[in-house]
């Protein structure tokens, strides 16, 4: 099978959150099955000169954007047996960050119509083009309405993956025509329109031939009025081709026995490095250095959506326990200033890093007890799956694959990997923290639990199989999908 992923970020390259990651992992492990991807992103002037020294320059076109011809560049990279191709207009995309400008709509309105364009161009006519989130929406649509007559593309079929669906990509009625080059036929409530605007995800669901989220528990969410960003009828109407796979992590790159971001290695049969860790951590942030109290360790967006509003709430509470809290990430202004102040108030008790630090974010994890993650709603999530596999067992709560991946721990029947909680409440919050602290002054519970996540398989190799099953079955499909 022959794949193409269009995505607007992917680790190495560039990365502002978990999808970059996605983009990195999964195709390498969909190579070692035996299908060729590639994946072509922006690119953007922030990536780094080494990587761009690398690439070389396929070929160059031009792009009909609306009533503008925007010149389109593509260089090609190979890394880890996996080609990358590279979208390159600078007006486009060398700027200071990925997204928030205002002329997004056009920024991405050029990118999908550049991939399509690029598959004649680079002579790779892919069985699945596979599309993620809203920045990459409108290659299903208009690969329906458009391209799917050009010679060579008519087999083609297409994959939508949510990776938050409370971002759409919604842009004012004038893109339609400006920016895409579609006449008002499109301005439907059946295709495009939403809410006077236009929107690039739903056209992505309203015509793509499978729809994916990153979990099976927010597959079923996402159709109910709570979660569905007002999509979730939409979702309803297209169930049938609504899948939830679960992501995974890069086993290479977050592994205790192979991680060079720690002080000591270890593993799950010999976890005397992970009390190493430990104690650097203690001391690198200026706590007591002592075995006996748990590390709670957060590494998150600092967002009401990754429940730091619920942490606010009873923070004074926590605090007066006997253990001791480290806070990693940056975000809302409000949250960066209460951590800061709540240093001073609880000096030998409670640090915060505010920014972020890839290899302090590695150490944190391998020194970690417990890591908390009170999530409002969580497509997926990644700290939970990392913080497993460094042994750090999870407190989270019951909501999109925080549910699928972490099973509350029953102490009547040895059963579970972590500890969670249903309402998104302060105070069941703090209970759940109470009751997993208490566990962890019991040295044979805690060993079983500590064992028990970090043995436990997330990585990509399982989401790569489903993938690919998904790709055979969809290219077995004698018609695609129709709207």
């Known amino acids: 099978m022959k794949v193409l992923f269009a995505v607007s970020e992917c680790v190495p390259f560039i990365k502002t959150g978990g999808l970059a990651d996605v983009a990195g992992s999964l195709p390498k492990e969909l190579k070692r099955l035996g299908t060729d991807v590639r994946v072509i992103l922006p690119k953007y002037g922030m990536i780094s000169d080494s990587y761009k020294k690398q690439m070389k320059k396929v070929t160059s076109f031009y792009v009909q954007l609306g009533w503008r011809m925007q010149y389109c560049g593509i260089e090609e990279l190979k890394l880890d047996d996996v080609t990358f191709y590279f979208v390159d207009n600078e007006y486009y995309f060398k700027r200071d960050q990925l997204y928030g400008f205002y002329d997004d709509g056009e920024r991405f309105g050029f990118f999908n119509r550049a991939v399509l364009e690029a598959i004649e161009k680079i002579g790779f006519y892919p069985d699945v083009i596979h599309c993620h989130d809203w920045h990459t929406g409108m290659i299903p649509f208009l690969y329906k309405v458009e391209y799917q007559k050009r010679n060579g593309y008519g087999l083609i079929r297409t994959v939508f993956t949510i990776h938050n669906l409370q971002f759409q990509g919604i842009m004012p009625k004038e893109t339609l025509q400006d920016i895409l080059g ?137 605090l007066s326990d006997h253990l001791q809290m480290i806070v990693l990430g940056s975000g809302d202004a409000s949250f960066e200033h209460f951590f800061r102040e709540m240093e001073h108030f609880y000096p030998t008790k409670f640090k915060a890093y505010i920014g972020f630090d890839e290899d302090l974010a590695h150490r944190l994890y391998a020194g970690a007890d417990l890591f908390l993650m009170p999530s409002q709603f969580e497509p997926c999530g990644l700290g939970q799956l990392i913080a497993m596999k460094y042994g750090a067992i999870p407190i989270v709560r019951e909501t999109g694959g925080l549910n699928d991946t972490v099973h509350s721990f029953n102490e009547a029947t040895n059963e579970g990997n972590g500890f969670s909680f249903t309402h998104f409440n302060a105070h069941d919050m703090l209970h759940t923290i109470r009751r997993a602290s208490s566990f962890y002054q019991n040295e044979d519970v805690w060993d079983l639990l500590v064992k028990r996540a970090m043995n436990m398989d997330y990585s990509w190799a399982q989401s790569a199989f489903k993938y690919n099953r998904l790709y055979s079955e969809l290219i077995s499909r004698s018609e695609s999908h129709v709207f």
Do not use: W
């Not at 008002?184 to 809410?195: M, T």
């Not at 899948?243 to 000591?264: A, C, E």
């Open 182 to 318: 579609l006449d008002e036929r499109y301005f439907h409530i059946d295709q495009l329109e939403f809410y006077g605007n236009i929107n690039f995800m739903k056209g992505a669901i309203v015509a793509a031939d499978k729809i994916t989220t990153v979990s099976p528990t927010y597959r079923n969410e996402i159709q109910t009025e709570y979660y569905g960003e007002k999509l979730n009828h939409l979702l309803i109407k297209r169930d049938e081709d609504l899948d939830g796979i679960l992501n995974g992590i890069d086993d290479d790159m977050y592994h205790p026995l192979k991680d060079s971001s720690l002080v000591q290695s270890y593993s799950a049969d010999d976890l005397q490095g992970k009390a190493i860790n430990k104690a650097e951590i203690q001391r690198k942030f200026a706590l007591p250095v002592n075995s006996d109290i748990p590390l709670l360790v957060m590494i998150t967006r600092l967002t009401r959506q990754k429940g730091l509003d619920l942490v606010q709430c009873v923070f004074d509470e926590l």
